[in-house]
């Protein structure tokens, strides 16, 4: 099975983007994390179109945006239009969550739907066969930095059973506290895409980081 890192492009040095990005291309990482948020669905503001242009222009490879934000449809469109691959929207921000998934696949894109910490998996169950994606945050969205929530492992165990022969092929991606020091970890429990921020653009040297949770991926441990 293939690995997915997604190094989140909000951690980055926003004086120095265009060099992140490059090291981000040059590296081992499979796809940029964007992170958007209104201020409104999570007490932060991150950024929108501007700097997904930016992004866009010099990446080389797939743009994975996870959308913190209220009344999501409005907006897809614009995000696919502006270089998104995949559009992962919160099942807390959709009223109508089919009718947004819809969207995304319409718009040219694969479509994920993340899950706060206290929302369970089993409310995806009438749709989880339209998804790529579904995306556990293992901390509460709005901020970098803050420590794993330790149930994030069963989710993911009890995502796993609830796809069993019926989206066999689903990513099942981890956000939130996640580094060289549970990467492992989460792999056992099901996992096989791993957004990091902190855990990446902190340390010394980035690319080797990256390159250490790629071989960590293959070193699962159980829980």
């Known amino acids: 099975m293939k690995y997915i890192i997604a190094p989140s492009i909000l951690s980055?040095?926003?004086g120095n983007l265009q060099r992140d990005i490059e090291m981000i291309n040059n590296s081992e990482a499979d796809w940029f994390h964007v992170d958007v948020m209104d201020g409104v669905f999570v007490p932060n503001i991150s950024f929108g179109f501007p700097v997904m242009a930016a992004v866009k222009k010099h990446a080389t490879k797939p743009l994975d945006v996870h959308l913190m934000i209220v009344e999501p449809d409005k907006y897809i469109s614009d995000f696919a239009k502006a270089g998104a691959d995949r559009i992962t929207v919160h099942?807390?921000?959709c009223t109508h969550l089919h009718r947004s998934i819809q969207l995304i696949k319409a718009s040219g894109c694969?479509?994920?739907v993340a899950l706060n910490p206290?929302?369970?998996v089993t409310l995806?169950?009438?749709v989880i066969e339209d998804l790529d994606l579904v995306l556990i945050m293992s901390v509460n969205p709005g901020f970098g930095g803050q420590a794993f929530i330790h149930n994030t492992y069963k989710k993911i165990q009890d995502l796993k059973a609830l796809i069993k022969g019926i989206n066999d092929d689903l990513i099942i991606e981890v956000d939130g506290g996640v580094g060289l020091q549970n990467i492992a970890t989460l792999v056992s429990a099901g996992a096989n895409a791993f957004v990091a921020g902190n855990a990446i653009f902190a340390t010394e040297s980035p690319t080797a980081t990256i390159a250490k949770m790629k071989q960590l991926t293959h070193n699962s441990v159980s829980i």
């Open 118 to 120: 206290h929302t369970p």
């Open 12 to 14: 980055a040095d926003f």
């Open 110 to 112: 694969k479509a994920g």
């Open 124 to 126: 995806l169950q009438d």
């Open 91 to 93: 099942y807390e921000a």
